[in-house]
């Protein structure tokens, strides 16, 4: 099999224990803060080559021990083999967090309240080559995690889509995060349809898309629209403002004031 995997141009699929605490420096916070203050890198899986679920079930390191953590860097990923990962995981081995990044910005700035408790089921993905096909098949893992987060995948207006059709319908997600991701205004809207239902995120990340001020405009109205959301954190581009601790800012504030108004006036 090794021989045809060579001959093919595909390379096996390759994982490691990360014993060497040296190498979490490139892990965000959020991952960290899953761990158990006891974990010495024994739980917490590297994939160095990533694979299906077939090969996965081979993996000495995967096997061996229980699974916290499953960290890929600089790696491309199928999507759809990836969230079949994580479900068995979760199941088999009570998988708490999955972490795929490439070494990149750490955000643990972003983070002091939401993840003063840990959360048990995480994936990050950062620069892993998604597209919009891999973003739809993400939109699976809405249902089994209770943080997402995207990075520079590209997944566009279509990967967005779907992955709020599935937000809107879902009640586990606390935090998702579709940074540089390449969507508009038409994303955008579609994640505003989603947060006018959505009950449980409490922390959402859209920097590095064009959204345009409509698009901000419907996100502010749909928030209004819906009481029980539960959002605290809306991080956006400056020039569209956002949400701190509850607190509303920049043009996303100027949009509720203008809602307030309207519906006064009529």
Same mark, same amino acid.
């Given at each position: $099999?090794?021989m045809?995997a060579i001959?093919?141009?595909?390379r096996?699929m390759?994982c490691?224990k990360?014993?060497?605490?040296?190498?979490w $420096?490139?892990?965000?916070?959020?991952v960290?803060?899953?761990?158990s203050?006891?974990?010495?890198?024994?739980?917490?899986v590297? *994939?160095?080559?990533?694979?299906?679920?077939?090969e996965?079930?081979?993996?000495?390191?995967?096997q061996? @021990?229980?699974?916290?953590? *499953?960290v890929?860097m600089d790696?491309f990923?199928?999507?759809?083999?990836?969230v079949? %990962?994580?479900?068995?995981y979760? +199941?088999v081995?009570?998988?708490?967090?999955?972490?795929l990044?490439?070494?990149?910005?750490?955000?643990?700035?972003w983070?002091?309240?939401? &993840?003063?408790e840990?959360?048990?089921?995480q994936?990050?993905?950062?620069?892993?080559?998604?597209?919009v096909?891999?973003?739809?098949?993400?939109?699976?893992?809405?249902?089994?995690?209770?943080?997402?987060?995207l #990075?520079?995948n590209?997944?566009?207006d279509? @990967?967005v889509?779907?992955?709020?059709?599935?937000l809107?319908?879902n009640?586990?997600l606390?935090v998702l995060g579709? &940074?540089s $991701?390449g969507?508009?205004?038409l994303?955008? #809207?579609? *994640?505003?349809?989603?947060l #006018?239902s959505n009950?449980?995120?409490?922390?959402?990340? %859209?920097r590095g898309?064009? *959204?345009?001020?409509?698009? &901000?405009?419907?996100i502010a109205?749909?928030l209004l629209?819906?009481?029980?959301?539960?959002l605290?954190?809306?991080?956006?581009?400056t020039?569209y403002?956002?949400?701190?601790?509850g607190?509303?800012?920049?043009?996303?504030?100027?949009?509720?004031l203008?809602?307030?108004? $309207?519906?006064? +006036?009529f």
């Open positions: $099999e090794a045809s001959q093919s141009g595909k096996p390759a490691k990360m014993m060497d605490k040296g190498e $420096e490139y892990m965000p916070q959020p960290l803060d899953s761990l203050p006891k974990e010495d890198g024994s739980g917490v590297r *994939i160095l080559v990533h694979g299906t679920l077939k996965a079930t081979t993996q000495e390191a995967l061996r @021990g229980s699974v916290n953590c *499953i890929v790696e990923v199928n999507g759809s083999d990836l079949d %990962i994580v479900k068995h979760r +199941t081995s009570k998988l708490r967090t999955v972490g990044l490439r070494m990149h910005q750490i955000y643990s700035r983070y002091p309240s939401v &993840c003063s840990p959360f048990p089921n994936v990050f993905l950062r620069n892993c080559s998604l597209g096909s891999g973003g739809k098949h993400m939109a699976r893992a809405v249902s089994e995690v209770e943080t997402l987060y #990075q520079g590209l997944i566009k279509g @990967g889509k779907t992955m709020a059709a599935a809107a319908a009640d586990n606390n579709l &940074c $991701e969507f508009g205004c994303g955008a #809207q579609a *994640i505003a349809t989603a #006018q009950t449980r995120l409490t922390l959402l990340d %859209i898309n064009d *959204i345009t001020p409509e698009g &901000c405009k419907e109205y749909a629209r819906n009481p029980g959301t539960r605290q954190y809306l991080f956006m581009d020039k403002g956002g949400i701190v601790k607190e509303w800012q920049g043009l996303l504030r100027a949009f509720k203008r809602f307030a108004l $309207e519906e006064h +006036t």
